[in-house]
Nanobody
Framework: QVQLVESGGGLVQTGGSLRLSCAAS????????MGWFRQAPGQERREFVA?????????YYADSVKGRFTISRDNAKNTVYLQMNSLKPEDTAVYYC????????????????????WGQGTQVTVSS
């Protein structure tokens, strides 16, 4: 069992930055990939944002955030981060972190269905 708690959301102006954190409990954190997803008002599904392999060796980003967002992890602290720069109004959403259902997966995956554990979400609002 993995419990995830996000923090760091808030209100920021266009072009600003935020750093989201996701603290995990459970012994399996260092053996699973972690992902960030977001859901804007009116969206039915959570949209993939970024993911990082269990050992931090590889990352994967949605095209919409590539070059602006950076995912990282600290396995010693059981925490995954999402540094968001050059924020745009279209980045406004509730951001969720998620833990992969499979340990030691050889690749990172953007598929919602591969993630078993989810946090409660943190609101990010970018004003124009």
């Amino acid at each position: 069992q993995v419990q995830l708690v996000e923090s760091g959301g808030g209100l920021v102006q266009t072009g600003g930055s935020l750093r989201l954190s996701c603290a995990a409990s459970g012994r399996t954190f260092s053996s699973v990939a972690m992902g960030w997803f977001r859901q804007a008002p009116g969206q039915e599904r959570r949209e993939f944002v970024a993911a990082i392999k269990w050992d931090g060796a590889s990352t994967y980003y949605a095209d919409s955030v590539k070059g602006r967002f950076t995912i990282s992890r600290d396995n010693a602290k059981n925490t995954v981060y999402l540094q968001m720069n050059s924020l745009k109004p279209e980045d406004t959403a509730v951001y969720y972190c998620a833990a992969d259902a499979t340990t030691y997966r050889r690749y990172v995956t953007p598929m919602n269905s591969n993630y078993e554990y989810w946090g409660q979400g943190t609101q990010v609002t970018v004003s124009s």
